[in-house]
Nanobody
Framework: EVQLQASGGGLVQAGGSLRLSCVAS????????IGWFRQAPGKEREGIAC????????YYDDSVKGRFTVSSDSARNTVYLQMDSLRVGDTAVYYC??????????????????WGEGTQVTVSS
């Protein structure tokens, strides 16, 4: 059974940084892509970053490009989302999700089969 556990959220001031972690289990880590999504109150869940663990390809939404970095540590079965220069508009619940590589729609919720519980990120002004 595929299981994903996201952690690392919290409260940070605008301009600050956080690093989220997504620990995966139950499948061959290097055969899957892991995506990061977020959902703000009253808004739809949106994809912001993805890494395909089979070849290391990364994908970013324009809203986070240059500020967020997704990386993978196969020895720890963990994918990270380093978030720098955080803005109030980044406040949301953040989720990680998995799909077997190759990923066809890396920033679309329908492209992923397995989801973890979210972690809250709050950015204050």
């Amino acid at each position: 059974e595929v299981q994903l556990q996201a952690s690392g959220g919290g409260l940070v001031q605008a301009g600050g940084s956080l690093r989220l972690s997504c620990v995966a289990s139950g499948y061959p880590f290097d055969d899957y892509a892991i995506g990061w999504f977020r959902q703000a109150p009253g808004k739809e869940r949106e994809g912001i970053a993805c890494i395909s663990n089979d070849d290391g390809t990364t994908y970013y939404d324009d809203s986070v490009k240059g500020r967020f970095t997704v990386s993978s540590d196969s020895a720890r079965n963990t994918v990270y989302l380093q978030m720098d220069s955080l803005r109030v508009g980044d406040t949301a619940v953040y989720y990680c999700a998995a799909v077997q590589a190759p990923v066809e729609d890396p920033l679309k919720t329908y492209g992923f089969d397995y989801w973890g519980e979210g972690t809250q990120v709050t950015v204050s002004s």
